[in-house]
């Protein structure tokens, strides 16, 4: 570990001990152009992520858990990038569209009960969920914000992919054609978005070659890998 990281928490540590006794103290486990990452947003991110994705509650690898922090530290130089017009405070309705969303993938649990008791096994509140749902809508809109005015696809691009991958689709699955120009709108869609996540990796390749992280797994300033 690098001699700037282990001063840093060494610093941390210092603080904890003038702490009264009894205070909990949050460990701080990233830092990006100064900005903290904490202990506790970790382990939230991990829990989320395990919910989103139905892994069991609780056994994470440390794979998982560096990719969660790597999440973490790609969402805040987003954040970092991105104008105060890019974040338009998500709505109530926004944020329980996704979540009704994300409790499709647990149809067996159907009371409000064993909703709040799944989110416990999971060690989240409901409004933990929240909070990672506004952030999660908020990161969305920064990158579309940002990585869609550069992006452009032509009719020749539509109807590729019309005819080379979504009508063998609906032929495979037996299901009735439909028109081009009925589905123009959802294949443009489809293949901006394609372009955007290409571009946003690019940009964040970019962003963190640029800028001072340093993590546990880095030891020391620049891309945490």
């Avoid at 929240?130 to 539509?158: C, F, N, T, W």
Wanted: avoid cysteine.
């Amino acid at each position: 570990m690098a001699k700037g990281f282990v001063k840093f928490v060494l610093s941390v540590a210092l603080l904890a001990g003038a702490a009264n006794a009894g205070d909990i103290i949050d460990r701080i486990v990233a830092v990006v152009n100064g900005h903290v990452i904490l202990q506790s947003q970790w382990d939230e991110s991990v829990a989320y992520e395990a919910l989103l994705n139905q892994r069991p509650a609780g056994n994470f690898t440390v794979e998982q858990r560096k990719a969660a922090l790597d999440r973490l530290i790609d969402q805040e130089l987003i954040r970092q990038q991105s104008r105060p017009a890019d974040f338009r405070v998500p709505t109530l309705a926004d944020v329980e569209h996704r979540i009704r969303d994300i409790r499709k993938n647990y149809a067996n649990i159907s009371s409000e009960e064993a909703w709040q008791s799944l989110l416990a096994r999971y060690g989240l509140k409901e409004s933990d969920l929240r909070d990672k749902v506004a952030a999660e809508i908020d990161e969305m809109r920064a990158v579309d914000a940002h990585l869609r005015p550069g992006v452009q696809v032509d009719s020749r691009s539509v109807e590729s992919y019309y005819r080379d991958k979504l009508l063998p689709e609906l032929q495979a699955r037996g299901a009735k054609q439909v028109a081009l120009a009925e589905v123009t709108p959802e294949i443009r869609e489809v293949l901006a978005q394609q372009k955007i996540n290409d571009l946003l990796i690019a940009w964040l390749h970019t962003l963190r070659t640029s800028s001072t992280i340093k993590t546990p797994f880095t030891g020391s300033e620049g891309e945490a890998h």
